[in-house]
């Protein structure tokens, strides 16, 4: 099988070279990379503790048990202005496309006028940015508390409102009920893919070195590996990797230097660990800087491929920079629409070719107009039906539009773009993770060998191409 007969959503996407001949070293984040989750169900019970949470620690209304979750609310990439309780979709320059008041969404004429032509500074601290699909329950909950407050007429912090609703869910992910939960009905939130393992197996067999680097620690890590990797596999999926690192704190992994300990791979405790790093060991914490040492690699022989935009590859690129590469779930459906939508990406581009020419045309009948003082009957004649196209030509566009959107986010639309621009997530993306995928099988289509290469970006002054 070829690239080029890959079904779309298998395919790996390339923003920068990355010849693997020179990578020793694959390193694997776990949940949503290497685990693949059911992630209505999973953000679904994470809401349900959340509500609770706030409810018993913060003393929030019962009422809001009845909130239903609506895990098409939240996407990644949006940016929630917690001064204010707006949810915003911003393109790579900062300025808004799309934008809510808690889930109520504002009408063109007011989103203009409340944001206008300016960008908003995102470095500000007022603005939180969902990176990863664990943020779906906190960011429905905030919404939805935003809109109970407002319909009570009462003075609204919602700064204060994100900050209890964050604590709660960060606490969540932190206790036992969320992934007790997952242990105890593991069917219910993950997904096995054996192409997954397959993957890994292949580039193991053509000598790269497999490293798990994980948040989560090693019990909760070992019970979903088992359920995920150990029925595709004739030993436990310890013996795959080369290396397993558990509750290495990432980002600060790759920034501090915290120092390893090792775990006892039968009863999960620690021990203090003062010697070298080893091939085959099991420890956790750690830094990135350590395990380069006393491995003898140098950074650009290690790949690392991870989730979350800000914890997985930004924060790696900018200190230590490892290559990089992002699983972007979301693009296992986003893939296939624009394959689909590809011949109305035509016919529209087409249309706006031919408006342009059009408006063109108008430009030299209001010239003419002007030179002759407005009374020249024929030009006024072709400019008013040149309005008319012009009129029709955008309502067929228009809908084309709208024809192409479908079955993406019905709120937001795409994950990648903002309008016609790109998204600040798909900013981000294309600025630091060497390759992007919807999911780690898609290794499993690609030569351990393969050199990746990306396309020639076209700037605005360069001729169009047909690839």
């Known amino acids: 099988m070829t690239e080029k007969t890959l079904r779309s959503d ?38 349900e503790i959340l509500t609770e949470k ?9 009422i809001i048990r009845t909130f239903v979750f609506d895990n098409d609310f939240i996407i990644r990439g949006l940016v929630i202005d917690t001064e204010t309780g707006d ?21 063109f004429e007011d989103q203009k006028e409340k944001y206008g032509p300016n960008g908003i500074d995102l470095s500000d601290s007022r603005y939180y940015i969902v990176h990863t699909l664990f943020s779906q329950a906190e960011g429905c ?14 003075k609204v912090n919602y700064r204060q409102l994100f900050t209890e609703v964050r604590k709660c869910l960060n606490d969540a992910h932190q206790e036992e009920a ?8 593991p069917s219910k939130y993950l997904i096995k893919d054996q192409r997954i393992v397959d993957a890994l197996i292949k580039f193991k067999k053509f000598g790269k070195k497999l490293a798990l680097i994980t948040n989560s620690d090693y019990d909760y890590s070992r019970k979903v590996m088992e359920y995920c990797f150990d029925p595709f596999l004739k030993t436990p999926w310890q013996k795959l990797f ?25 009863t ?14 099991l420890y956790q914490g750690g830094n990135a800087t350590i395990l380069e040492k006393h491995l003898g690699l140098k950074p650009s022989e290690i790949l690392y491929i991870g989730d979350h935009i800000l914890g997985d590859v930004v924060t790696l690129k900018e200190t230590i920079g490892w290559r990089t590469g992002l699983v972007v779930q979301e693009l296992a459906e986003e893939v296939p629409i624009l394959e689909k939508t590809q011949k109305l990406h035509q016919q529209i581009a087409d249309k706006m070719a031919e408006k342009e020419a059009l408006e063109d045309a108008s430009l030299e009948m209001r010239e003419q107009m002007w030179i002759k003082s407005g009374h020249h009957d024929s030009a006024r004649k072709s400019f008013d039906e040149i309005k008319k196209q012009l009129i029709k030509l955008d309502e067929e566009i228009r809908d084309l539009i709208f024809a192409t959107q479908d079955g993406f986010n019905k709120n937001w639309g795409e994950v990648m773009r903002a309008g016609n621009e790109i998204s600040r997530f798909a900013t981000l993306v294309e600025r630091y993770a060497c390759i992007y995928m919807a999911g780690i099988a ?13 396309k020639r970006r076209l700037l605005a002054h360069d001729p169009d191409l047909d690839y």
């Open 268 to 281: 999960g405790l620690l021990s203090n660990f003062y010697g070298q790093i080893e091939w085959n060991g």
């Open 54 to 62: 706030l409810i018993r620690e913060y003393k929030y209304p019962e």
């Open 141 to 154: 909950m905030y919404a939805q508390l935003v809109d109970y407050y407002d319909s009570k007429s009462e």
């Open 10 to 47: 298998c395919k790996i996407f390339v923003n920068r070279t990355l010849n693997m001949n020179t990578i020793k070293m694959i390193g694997f984040d776990m949940d949503y990379t290497l685990a693949t989750y059911n992630v209505p169900a999973f953000e679904a019970k994470a809401y």
């Open 242 to 266: 080369d290396l397993v690192i558990v509750a290495s704190n990432k980002p600060e992994y790759f920034t501090a230097r915290n120092r390893y300990q090792k775990v006892d791979p039968e």
């Open 87 to 107: 949810f915003l979709k911003v393109n790579r320059y900062g300025f808004v496309r799309i934008a809510s008041h808690g889930t109520k969404f504002y009408s």
């Open 442 to 454: 898609n290794l499993f289509y690609y030569s351990p060998f393969k050199y990746y290469r990306s």
């Open 178 to 185: 969320l992934k007790g939960d997952v242990v105890k009905n």
